[in-house]
């Protein structure tokens, strides 16, 4: 990965859930392989659901539960889809030591899916660099959020066409 500067590269107001998914959604088709994404946010500020709203545009269509307590969840593609990219979904809640991230085996995930991380925080300077920062802060309307995304001059070029 590199360590280029990070800036903001866009904001998205969103005023419900719906609005949130269908980001997320068009967040996945520009994904692939090797892809890091973090999220930061308030308790309740959405950050699972717009995972689980990745993970699904992506094609995996089963439950997706919040990996608060076995803190990740692995969805692999089946020999039917084997174009499908893997992604690996944690939630580093939990965490009291950024060293508790290699008992998890966690770098894997790195070079082989798309990787989804909340709470990257918790994985102190052991986080890589590179990735796509989004920030999710809620609004003062009921499910009103305010997304943005930060990164790297290459993840701006490659967010270039995403509107909501």
């Known amino acids: 990965m590199n360590s280029t500067p990070v800036m903001k590269i866009n904001e998205f107001i969103v005023d419900d859930l719906s609005k949130s998914q269908i980001l997320a959604s068009r967040l996945a ?11 930061e946010g308030n308790l309740g500020a959405g950050k699972t659901e717009f995972c689980r709203a990745i993970i699904h545009a992506v094609g995996y269509l089963e439950d997706v539960p919040s990996p608060t307590f076995n803190l990740v969840q692995v969805y692999e593609p089946d020999i039917v889809d084997a174009d499908k990219p893997a992604i690996w979904h944690m939630d580093l809640y939990r965490l009291e030591k950024p060293e508790e991230i290699f008992e998890l085996g966690i770098e894997e995930g790195f070079d082989t899916a798309i990787t989804l991380i909340e709470w990257p925080d918790r994985m102190g300077r052991y986080l890589p660099q590179g990735s796509l920062e989004i920030k999710m802060v809620m609004g003062d309307a009921e499910g009103a959020r305010k997304i943005t995304f930060s990164g790297s001059e290459y993840w701006k070029k490659r967010l270039e066409g995403l509107v909501l």
């Open 29 to 39: 088709t520009l994904l692939k392989t090797g892809d890091i994404l973090t999220f």
